[in-house]
């Protein structure tokens, strides 16, 4: 069974038909499941990441007041709280595949915060990004 990610593409199918996490792991909705948690964590993640270290660039470059300090080291500590909610073994790895979300939601900063639209290479550089972090998520591993 594939997994149903996003729209259920042929692109989602593949990705969770080849990903043997282990010797017979299967697809099944329990791990299609942790997989959209997966995500979920990490666009939560993401926002909680860019807006503390938005705090602190509001404090330092726009001269904003230290309170600014305060959400923003809780959004920080929220951050980190979150990237331990991910299905993953290793630190490193969840770490890594965060990357990959974390430069797509900067450039949605970029766009709904700062009102500045991504050009098609913004948006072709997000792309191989997230394809890289699914990629170190969900790869199959040799045991």
């Known amino acids: ?14 990705l969770y038909s080849t990903s043997l996490k282990q010797p017979g ?4 909705p329990a791990s299609c499941e942790r997989g959209r948690v997966s995500g979920i964590v990490y666009l939560a993640a993401a926002l909680a990441e860019i807006a503390g270290c938005f705090a602190f660039w509001a404090w330092l470059r726009l001269d ?3 309170w600014w300090l305060a959400p923003g080291i809780g959004s920080l500590c929220l951050f980190a709280y979150l990237l331990t909610l ?5 630190a490193g790895r969840a770490y890594a595949a965060y990357g990959g979300v974390y430069i797509a939601a900067a450039l949605l900063w970029l766009w709904a ?18 394809i890289g972090a699914a990629i170190i998520l969900w790869g199959p591993r040799g045991g």
Do not use: F, H, K, N
Not at 1 to 14: E, F, S, T
């Open 1 to 14: 069974m594939a997994c149903d990610l996003i729209g259920g593409g042929r692109a989602d199918q593949y």
């Open 25 to 28: 792991w299967r697809d099944t």
């Open 64 to 66: 904003r007041s230290a």
């Open 86 to 90: 991910v299905d993953s073994d290793q």
């Open 113 to 130: 915060m700062e009102g500045v639209r991504p050009d098609r290479w913004d948006l072709t550089g997000a792309a191989v990004c997230l």
